[in-house]
């Protein structure tokens, strides 16, 4: 009888770990004869090479007096010194040296001599695979019940670190797992035959496992449950070989009984009905170890708070089905695998899958999985859209399994959601759904006959029904611009069929046979790009633009398969596609995709197999289409077809370029005598002469792209266009659009010529003259009525501005300095004033009047991605330092309010300018805050509510750009220091409109700047105060209305965390958390805090000591950035008057500030700073004179609040102390806590120790103790602060 004598103990449930789980499947074992192995040759200890002249093996008793060095006394295995061999179970199997077989032979060997010597290595096996450093002796095998072993092993089980030799990494620990569960399995193989049957070795181990696997320890639970469920699978084996047996002897059994009486022999009859016997009590047996170990482990633990946990138990019991699916594969054992489906980590999920995978890979286990199916094939059809896209690959493969083995197991809803899969951006998941839906639907049920019907119908391929499926799949997805990713899923599943060129362009080409559906007009389209997809996979041999990383380096094989594919696609569509392209040559749409095929082609095609007439075939169609179409995508696509074909390093390459200059020639000159013709007839043009210039200029304008046309000076026919456009103002759009176009190929193309030769000074002079007309036409467009043509030249004029910047230059072009433009003011102004008005605008406002239709909504999309291009252009003006970096502010301040359209775009033009200069950075997001805060005064007043959206709104703007600076604050410094120094002068910079004693007009802005003081550093913080005192007059600083809020919070987030954390007398003293922590130093006494506190010099001595460092004016060593710099204003913006005159000269000579000091009945004092006085009328002092007196009451008034906080501390002290001394588990060894202050400076003065002490947010922090004989059961790794303090102890409120 198998029991368990340890207590179920409450499961773990905050770890965690990251184990990986190995596979080790079992495989039935040959039948081995019981006397087999008496006969072996006996081996050494494990893990020891077996010697030449090897002495006799010495008795257990021997051993366990001490005969043997590798052993204590007590019989605890030990290692021969550090360079000795392994004798220790744990070491032999750990190496991993020796063979396992031999390993567990040895062991068998001394079970047979003593077994609870035996069995006592085998139980410290499993405490030192968990990770313990404690042994397990033979006294206390004896003497103690396993549960008192195992709490004794959990008290000495080192804590100071998680891992243990199942998570550690490395491959060495990887290995050690494989040898620890073969060792197993190896161990329950070799003694399947008698050991296991003797009610001892098999009680003991699995009585040992339940109880680890119960532990609250991660390491104890995580090794007895591999263990356990590798033995068990062991177990499953060997009642498999049982099983085997007892059928073999029942049919020997029948055939004795069945012969004639004569022949019988009785006597076999009794033996065989004797071992049937022995078989079934045998077997009786094992099943009681198997219902053994999966109640008391498996029903636990498959549920266990640890992921890793899970996932042995689901990947065993997945073996356990499929090896003896007639005793495991029923619903009992099906249902927990079903109900983990549901587990939130995604490995135990994908552990199911896999298990399951198994199991529907055997046909014939069909019919025991069909009320599974039924019950769980929602949740699985479900996943097929994890999170996890591991998961979501293995549910979908387990889908087609299904599939494969019931037509009927899945409806057509359940396909329809993997069917949309193939269409996913992440690969593997694509193609598991491709494999799906190529199963479902493109795989030929009966291809003998379906080659038939195809050769009745006069086809060469018997691919055109699945063709036509594919066309139709491809139409009803309504995923119609996704034709790559649908080709990618199936080009590992369905190669053959999208490689059948051939037949496709049958279906195209060919009049429908009998019996066959004509082709519309959408599946014609539809099969055209899927075929031009199908040659572009083929010839790249890499995925399309989403799917995939980049571009891999291919295999020998796919390199070769990857031009075979390219010489077939070459042969067959130099014959084809000429005429593919005369039968679709008026559909727009067929012959863009259709002249995307020569792209792919091996031109070397055309002379080695001497196909010229095929190619002057092409050539004419190609001209027949530029001639009919004047659409861009067609005429593109032709330009870019004969910029392929005249490739130099081709023959066939002056064919093409004569065919080509025959063509441009005849359009230029159709465009010339139609551009004379418009320009005489002025606005009496009709519409045939527009159509005729404009029709000519669109193709001009796609082949001057690709083809350099210099020679035929388009240039100077599209200038006078536009000149007279803008002259006369009633040039059609559409013709000012390409003649701007084609006038930028031009000037692009002149570059390209005289960067690539040796420019004359006549032909840079030319160039420039050129580019400055061009510049000058497209300036005068921005005010253009038309908003295409203002967007086009505006997008023209900053590319033109990006190419012809101080860059042209670089790179050794030094003689190109003549072609350098850089934009006025003027420009850049109307620059951004077009960005501002088309960029930075309402969308909704602008399309109310088509809400809700689609079509509405895939332009708003295309206007979106249109006004992202022209932000992304002037962008990089600024970036380049070609735009001055100013004007980025009125982009800047838009970052919230336009977040989801441009938050990208400006945040990473904010990176890079930081990267080009971070004060000038600085300043710009200082004034872009500047600029906001003035359109609230505007719209609101000079009376701001702080509270208000607006004004969180540019307080959220700062904080984000505050977020921009990083952590990293010496990088950051003088551009932070340069920010405050801009938003102090800003926010005194004009007085109150309301007459003097009232705050600044900007004072507001000192809460919006206060956003960020967390990144200044401490010593600047003391730097930027002083700066701001010299703003500031002596009233000011007596203020508490709410009006002076503003500078009130500002002062004390400049204070905060400063080299003097006191507060002044104005804000008060500041507030910080203490922190209870064991330190070996010991705390100050009150005495010496309160000393130390008196020696800290007064604020005013610690600044007239140093004001050669800390002053503004002597500021040698000190932030270098608060230099006067020159204010900057945005070209956008109108700012308020300069500052007054007299507060220039204040802030210039000792600033005195921008007040007087007002009539004495409006001085209303603190009565705790200022003393009582008779006298209502004082004569005003100097500020130097009131700042010593304002300190001097500050110390004293800092001396008493620090010895009441000292005695305080006194107190606070020892009871802490008791209270610790009377808590559990803390030893003699650990130091007293020390409370300690959380800001504390890295020279550790001590006076900050009594500062601001705070109880509502004391921690407690100590650490764990080395020794836990203490303890009565485990605790967790760290104390919990609750378990050994409590409000009753201190007196005061912890949490």
């Not at 001394?110 to 450093?133: E, H, M, P, V």
């Not at 702080?946 to 410094?973: M, N, P």
């Not at 000091?1157 to 209303?1164: E, M, T």
């Not at 606070?1212 to 020390?1234: F, K, V």
Request: proline share 4%; glycine share 4%; aromatic share 8%.
């Amino acid at each position: 009888m198998i029991t368990s004598e340890l207590p179920v103990l409450q499961d773990s449930s905050n770890e965690s770990g990251a184990a990986d789980t190995v596979s080790l499947s079992v495989s039935v074992s040959e039948l081995e004869d019981p006397t087999d192995t008496k006969g072996k040759k006996k081996r050494g200890r494990p893990g020891r090479p077996p010697a030449a002249n090897k002495k006799p093996r010495k008795s257990p008793a021997e051993k366990a007096t001490g005969g043997a060095k590798g052993r204590k006394a007590n019989g605890v295995p030990q290692t021969n010194g550090e360079g000795g061999d392994p004798v220790t179970l744990f070491e032999v199997v750990r190496m991993g040296k020796s063979a396992m077989q031999s390993v567990v032979d040895d062991w068998i060997e001394s079970y047979k001599q003593d077994r609870d010597i035996a069995l006592l290595d085998l139980i410290n096996f499993f405490i030192q695979c968990s990770g313990c450093k404690g042994t397990v002796r033979i006294e206390m095998f004896r003497n103690m019940q396993n549960a008192e072993i195992i709490r004794k092993m959990t008290e000495e089980f080192d804590e100071d670190s998680g891992d243990y030799p199942l998570t550690m990494p490395g491959p060495l620990w990887k290995k050690f797992r494989y040898n620890f569960c073969e060792f197993i399995c190896v161990l329950i193989r070799q003694c399947q035959y008698s050991i296991i049957y003797d009610e001892y070795l098999m009680d003991t181990v699995i009585s040992l496992l339940t109880g680890l696997s119960d532990s609250q320890v991660r390491a104890f639970r995580h090794t007895s449950t591999l263990a356990a469920m590798k033995l068990m699978t062991a177990l499953v084996n060997v009642a498999l070989n049982l099983s085997i047996h007892q059928d073999n002897t029942q049919r020997q059994y029948e055939a004795e009984r069945n012969k004639m009486a004569g022949k019988r022999a009785n006597e076999k009859l009794e033996l065989l009905l004797q071992k049937r016997k022995e078989l079934q009590e045998n077997q009786d047996e094992i099943e009681n170890m198997m219902n053994s170990i999966f109640k008391g482990i498996f029903v636990h633990r498959y549920r266990d708070a640890i992921a890793e946990i899970r996932a042995i138990c689901i990947e065993e019991i997945g073996v356990w089905m499929k090896m003896y699916s007639d005793a495991f594969l029923n619903d009992s054992y099906l249902k927990y695998v079903g109900w983990t489906l549901h587990d939130r980590q995604g490995e135990v999920r994908l552990k199911c899958l896999k298990a399951l995978q198994n199991l529907y890979t055997n046909r014939e286990l069909f019919p025991k999985l069909e009320l599974f199916t039924n019950r769980f094939k929602d949740r699985i059809v479900s996943m097929t859209l994890d999170k996890e896209y591991d998961v979501a690959v293995e549910a979908i493969r387990l889908i087609t399994l299904i599939l494969q083995g019931s037509e009927d197991a899945l409806s057509n809803e359940d396909c329809e959601n993997v069917y949309h899969l193939v269409y996913s951006a992440h690969r593997p998941v694509a193609v598991a759904a491709g494999e799906f839906l190529h199963r479902k639907l493109f795989s030929r049920h009966d291809p003998q006959a379906e080659e038939e019907l195809a050769k009745r119908r006069g086809r060469s391929s018997p691919n055109g029904n699945l063709l036509r499926m594919l066309v139709l799949f491809f139409l009803e997805s309504e995923l119609h611009e996704h034709a790559a990713y649908l080709v990618d899923s199936l080009w590992e599943s369905s190669q053959e069929l999208l490689k059948d060129w051939e037949c496709m362009t049958e279906l195209l080409l060919e009049e429908p046979v009998q019996g066959e559906e004509v082709l519309s007009d959408r599946q014609e389209s539809s099969l055209i790009e899927v075929m031009v997809c199908t040659i572009r996979q083929a010839a790249e041999a890499h995925p399309p633009v989403g799917r995939g990383t980049g571009k891999r380096v291919l295999t020998a094989k796919e390199r070769k398969t990857q031009i075979d594919d390219k010489n077939k696609l070459t042969e067959h569509f130099i014959m084809a596609l000429p005429m593919l392209l005369s039968k679709y040559q008026a559909d727009s749409e067929k012959v863009a995709n259709l002249l995307q095929i020569p792209m792919f082609f091996d031109l070397d095609v055309y002379s080695a197999g001497r196909m010229e007439k095929h190619l002057d075939a092409l050539l004419k169609q190609i001209r027949l289409v530029v001639e009919k179409h004047i659409e861009t995508d067609v005429l593109e696509a032709c330009s870019k077809t004969y910029s392929i074909l005249c490739s130099e390093e081709y023959t066939i390459m002056n064919r093409v370029d004569i065919a080509r200059s025959q063509l441009i020639d005849e359009i230029t000159d159709r465009f010339t005598h139609s551009v004379e013709d418009l320009l005489q007839e002025a606005e009496e043009a009709d519409d045939d002469d527009i159509y005729n210039v404009l029709s000519t200029l669109k193709r001009l304008t796609a082949f001057h792209n690709a083809h350099d046309l210099t020679r035929w000076d388009l240039f100077g026919s599209c200038y006078r266009l536009l000149k007279a456009g803008i002259e006369q103002g009633a040039m059609p759009e559409q013709i000012a659009v390409q003649a701007l176009q084609c006038s930028h190929y031009s000037i692009l193309w002149q570059l390209v010529k005289i960067t690539e030769g040796t420019p004359s000074k006549e032909d840079l002079v030319a160039l420039r003259r050129v580019v400055k007309s061009f510049l000058a036409v497209c300036q005068q467009c921005l005010s253009n009525v038309n908003t295409p043509v203002k967007e086009q030249a505006f997008m023209l004029l900053c590319d033109l501005l990006m190419v012809f910047s101080h860059q042209l230059v670089s790179g050794g072009r030094e003689g190109l300095e003549a072609l350098v433009f850089n934009p006025d003011s003027t420009l850049q102004n109307e620059l951004l004033t077009f960005i501002l008005d088309h960029v930075f605008i309402d969308q909704d406002d602008e399309n109310q009047s088509m809400e809700g239709d689609e079509e509405d909504e895939a332009n708003k999309i295309e206007a979106l991605h249109k006004r992202r291009n022209l932000l992304a252009a002037f962008s990089k003006l600024i970036i380049y330092d070609i735009v001055d970096m100013p004007a980025a502010a009125d982009i800047f301040k838009h970052y919230m309010k336009y977040y989801n359209d441009y938050g990208d775009i400006i945040k990473e033009t904010l990176s890079k300018t930081r990267q080009s200069d971070k004060i000038l950075c600085a300043k710009t997001l200082i004034l872009s805050l500047q600029q906001l805060f003035n359109e609230l005064l505007q719209d609101q007043g000079p009376t701001l509510d702080r509270t208000s959206s607006h004004v969180s709104g540019i307080k959220e703007l700062a904080r984000r750009f505050a977020l921009t600076f990083g952590l990293d604050q010496i990088k950051t410094r003088e551009a932070v220091a340069t920010l405050h120094k801009d938003g102090i002068e800003f926010a005194f910079k004009e007085p109150s409109p309301q007459g003097e004693g009232n705050p600044p007009l900007h004072l507001a802005f000192l809460d919006i700047l206060s956003e960020f003081s967390s990144k200044l550093m401490r010593q600047d913080k003391r730097t930027v105060h002083m700066y701001l005192e010299r703003f500031m007059t002596f009233q000011m600083a007596l203020q508490r209305d709410d009006c002076w809020l503003p500078l009130i919070s500002y002062r004390n987030s400049l204070q905060a965390g400063g080299d003097d954390d006191t507060m002044s007398v104005v804000s008060g003293y500041s507030s910080r958390g203490s922190s209870v922590r064991s330190k070996k130093t010991k705390a100050a006494t009150p005495t010496a805090t309160v000393a130390a506190a008196k020696r800290k010099l007064p604020e005013a001595e610690e600044s007239s000591s140093s004001s050669a460092d800390m002053s503004w004016q002597h500021q040698s060593m000190q932030t270098p950035v608060m230099m006067p710099s020159p204010h900057l204003t945005s070209t956008m913006m109108r700012g308020p008057g300069d500052m007054r005159e007299e507060a220039k000269r204040g802030r210039d000579d000792s600033y005195m500030g921008v007040y007087a000091l007002p009539s004495d009945s409006q001085q209303h004092p603190h009565p705790h700073t200022l003393p009582q006085t008779p006298q209502l009328h004082q004569t005003p002092i100097d500020y130097n004179t009131q700042v010593t007196w304002m300190l001097a009451q500050r110390q004293q008034e800092e001396v008493r609040q620090q010895q009441e906080r000292a005695m305080n501390y006194a107190k606070l002290r020892t009871n802490l102390q008791q209270a610790i001394r009377r808590g559990t588990g803390l030893m003699e060894e650990d130091e007293e806590p020390i409370v300690e202050d959380v800001m504390m400076s890295s020279e550790g003065r001590m006076e900050d120790l009594n500062e601001g002490m705070d109880f509502d947010t004391m921690d407690i922090d100590l650490p764990p103790s080395k020794n836990r004989r203490e303890r009565s059961e485990l605790k967790p790794d760290y104390f919990d602060p609750g378990s050994i303090m409590d409000e009753s102890v201190l007196g005061v409120s912890m949490f």
